[in-house]
């Protein structure tokens, strides 16, 4: 832009004098490109001495609709007004390319007055001219104004569509301001919607293209969304400086609507770090630019945070009645609403108002799951809880804390596994009671086995142990320093030397922490189903170092498996009395050198098939063995599927996580099974074993727990699977598993067989260390008893 600007005044002055008309043409391309910059003053400048006579329509509506549009984002809101209205005039009476534009400064005009729906018309209206008169970059420029509406309004998953359609056409014809932008604002409904990791991708990519094409405008705005991100990270001291620097750019190009929300967040930094003082006078500033600007909407923002300030401060009827007016302003988006819900919830609770407190819980939680069940993508769903998580922690902890911990288990497990138990067709609807009712015992005893339930907060933790006949609730440590003890074991757990041999002070701690008050309760080798949360995902009890009598891993005490969630631990589904079936799948032909051949891959598949009879498995292997062969090959006819392959799996975009196969055409990436395509072709197999890398996935949702290929599996209906938490070695799984279908031979059950093999691996001389036998984990759900249905998926996106 910087480049193109400079460009443009040069061409001015070389053609002002001998070709004045060419000089008028390149001094508003100048003065366009300033305005994209955000150097408002400059456009003001530039265009000051170009006549808008109505005698020449060809400049005045550039020139009028330029000026109006640089006037608005200084919010001089008479001048714009009076500029754009004047160019919507002269288009009335003729039809010239440049009107388009005018009707898009009348939606961003409408859109500062908080007139979403005027507007909205008015976009649409710019993208309807774009598309009658062949200028694809207005088309894109109007996509992307329809997007930021809908961000603004709340509905993020429209504004991606929106957003990304935007940017394929700005990527067609390389307007590569309309990317960048474009690319932002799709960042910034991720963020909304809970998926900061792939927001933060998105905006630093978007920011440091605005630092080299010198956009200073949206280099401010995408600075201001990633203070957003590192705010929520809990990195106070590196948001600061990000929003200072988006304040000092806002404040240095006069853009008012960026200095507000600047300033409004700055405001919000400074609460969550004690600064009282700095938080009101930052939350004056921004209330005071929002009022200036009759926007209703805007003045919604800092008023919460006024009242949170009072709440603080010990004033309780100003919070509340602030609190009130936010909640109750028919401007009111949803996500600020339950914001104010949730801190009115606080304040009584804070204020021993119990009852009154319970209500706003309950009403917060109402509000965030009304607007979660309106996002339609499986992927933003996913992410969606991130919103409501703290909403929920505080409840839980109000019930523990009130002695009411059936109901806090009701609340936490209707937190969990929700796009799981969606498309599985268990129920989840909130009554006015609240979710519906958790008898856990009668789940532990149709399980025939005991279930640890994890919850890990933000202040503190809690487990409920539930055998047939109790419950018992644990006090725990804070997620954060869970967390932090879970990590350091994962790294040491990644080498080929075995932690008992030096005792590992984290695998002692975890155990001590996590199963130590249970352990003497739990009977020998029983089955224990881990319901985990947070951090917990990324754990392999298994491998949790128990001191007595004598230093040993958890494994040799109990059948450990992993469940989402007590619904879904206690969902029932039909099982038929049908012969085991087998569909095998591996030996790909590598596809390139990424991914090379894997050694065993054949002998492993000789293995696992010589277990079935010929007629009762079809295998795939070679060139057969493609991504379209599995969804071709009716999956939902067998009961056992076993892949031997390569996985990846994606940390930004976990759907995107996938077995490697051999190509299945030209496509260079045919040769992914992808774990969004897994899910549309529903199972009912009792088994998935995946001997591939990273099988479990690497990235944890809050409420959902790890999403990648096992997930994928359970969702698309299967009741056991089998996955990696990370890279397995050929040789061991090789052993592993041959050791695994014998014991399914001899009827054992999928969780005794796995630990019984993995334990043969333990007692082995070259494979005793967790590093080869604990990767493998069983997740499981359901119960086998009553019918079992899949229900109609959420649509999905690439």
Not at 122 to 134: D, N, P, V, W
Not at 365 to 392: K, M, Q
Not at 676 to 688: C, F, G
Not at 746 to 770: C, M, V
Request: proline fraction near 4%; charged fraction near 20%.
């Amino acid at each position: 832009m910087k480049q193109s600007q400079d460009e443009a005044a040069r061409g001015y002055e070389e053609f002002a004098q001998t070709s004045p008309e060419w000089g008028l043409q390149l001094r508003i391309l100048q003065a366009k490109a300033a305005l994209w910059r955000g150097l408002y003053d400059q456009v003001l400048e530039i265009l000051r001495h170009i006549p808008a006579s109505s005698n020449r329509p060809d400049l005045a509506v550039p020139v009028l609709t330029l000026t109006g549009v640089a006037h608005l984002n200084t919010h001089n809101f008479s001048q714009a007004e009076q500029s754009i209205t004047a160019a919507k005039k002269i288009c009335d009476s003729v039809d010239l390319p440049s009107c388009g534009y005018t009707l898009q400064a009348l939606g961003l005009l409408a859109s500062e007055r908080s007139q979403s729906a005027v507007a909205e018309a008015y976009y649409q209206q710019t993208f309807s001219f774009a598309q009658s008169h062949g200028d694809q970059f207005l088309e894109a420029d109007a996509l992307l104004n329809l997007g930021a509406e809908s961000l603004s309004q709340g509905r993020f998953d429209e504004a991606i569509d929106q957003s990304e359609a935007a940017y394929q056409i700005a990527k067609t014809t390389n307007a590569k301001i309309l990317q960048l932008v474009t690319q932002g604002n799709i960042g910034w409904a991720y963020y909304r919607l809970g998926d900061s990791e792939r927001a933060l991708d998105l905006s630093l990519q978007a920011e440091k293209l605005a630092a080299q094409l010198g956009d200073v405008f949206d280099q401010e705005n995408e600075l201001t969304n990633i203070g957003y991100i590192y705010l929520d990270q809990g990195k106070s001291d590196l948001a600061a400086q990000t929003f200072r620097k988006a304040l000092d750019l806002a404040e240095g190009i006069k853009a008012k609507r960026d200095i507000y929300n600047a300033v409004r967040v700055l405001a919000r930094l400074s609460l969550q770090t004690g600064d009282i003082d700095k938080a009101y006078q930052y939350a004056g500033q921004a209330l005071a630019i929002a009022k200036k600007s009759n926007n209703r909407l805007d003045e919604l923002y800092p008023l919460l945070i006024q009242g949170q300030i009072a709440a603080y401060r010990g004033d309780s009827s100003g919070a509340e009645q602030t609190f009130h007016d936010v909640e109750l302003d028919p401007q009111c988006p949803v996500f600020l609403k339950w914001e104010a819900q949730h801190s009115l919830a606080g304040l009584y609770e804070k204020n021993n108002q119990m009852d009154a407190a319970d209500h706003e819980y309950r009403l917060a939680l109402a509000t965030f799951e009304a607007a979660r069940s309106d996002v339609r993508h499986e992927d933003f769903h996913l992410s969606f809880l991130t919103n409501g998580w703290r909403i929920y922690d505080d409840y839980v902890h109000f019930l523990v804390a009130r002695g009411n911990t059936d109901d806090a288990l009701r609340w936490a497990d209707y937190s969990r596994a929700r796009s799981l138990a969606d498309g599985l067709g268990v129920p989840t609807k909130v009554s006015a009671g609240g979710p519906p009712p958790l008898d856990a015992t009668a789940i532990a005893r149709n399980s025939h086995g005991t279930v640890l339930f994890y919850w890990l907060g933000q202040k503190q933790s809690y487990l409920w142990a539930i055998d047939a006949q109790k419950t018992n609730v644990f006090t725990l440590p804070a997620a954060a320093e869970i967390d932090a003890a879970v990590q350091r074991y994962r790294d040491a757990l990644g080498g080929p030397q075995d932690v008992a041999e030096y005792g590992d002070s984290d695998g002692r701690w975890l155990f001590q922490t996590l199963l130590g008050r249970v352990q003497a309760s739990l009977p020998k080798d029983a089955p224990v189903f881990v319901v985990p949360d947070g951090g917990l995902n990324n754990l392999n009890f298994e491998t949790l170092l128990v001191p007595e009598p004598k230093l040993h891993y958890w494994i040799e005490d109990a059948t450990v498996a992993n469940a989402n969630s007590l619904r879904m631990l206690g969902a029932s589904y039909r099982q038929d009395k049908k012969p085991r079936k087998l569909l095998l799948f591996g030996d790909n032909i590598p596809p390139n050198t990424r991914y090379p051949a894997l050694l065993r891959a054949s002998a492993q598949m000789e293995t696992v098939a010589a277990h079935f009879p010929a007629s009762s498995r079809q295998i795939f292997s070679r060139e057969a063995a493609t991504p379209a062969a599995y969804l071709e090959s009716h999956p939902e006819r067998f009961s056992n599927l076993h892949f031997v392959a390569h996985g990846t799996a994606s940390r930004l975009s976990p759907l995107d996580s996938a077995i490697i196969l051999s190509r299945s055409s030209a496509d260079h990436e045919s040769f992914k099974l992808y774990a969004r395509d897994i899910i549309q072709r529903p199972l009912s197999a009792d088994l998935v074993a995946i001997s591939s890398c990273y099988g479990t996935g690497e990235r944890t949702y809050k409420g959902e727990g790890l999403v990648g290929l096992s997930w994928a599996f359970l969702r698309a209906g299967a009741h056991n699977v089998i996955a990696a938490l990370w890279e397995a070695a050929d040789a061991s799984t090789e052993k592993l598993m041959a050791r695994f279908y014998d014991e399914l031979d001899h009827g054992a059950s999928p969780g005794n067989a796995l630990r019984t093999a993995k334990i043969s691996l333990l007692q082995s001389h070259d494979f005793q260390s967790p590093f080869y036998w604990a990767p493998f984990q069983l997740y499981v759900q359901g119960q086998a008893s009553k019918a079992h249905s899949v229900a109609p998926l959420r649509a999905t996106s690439r």
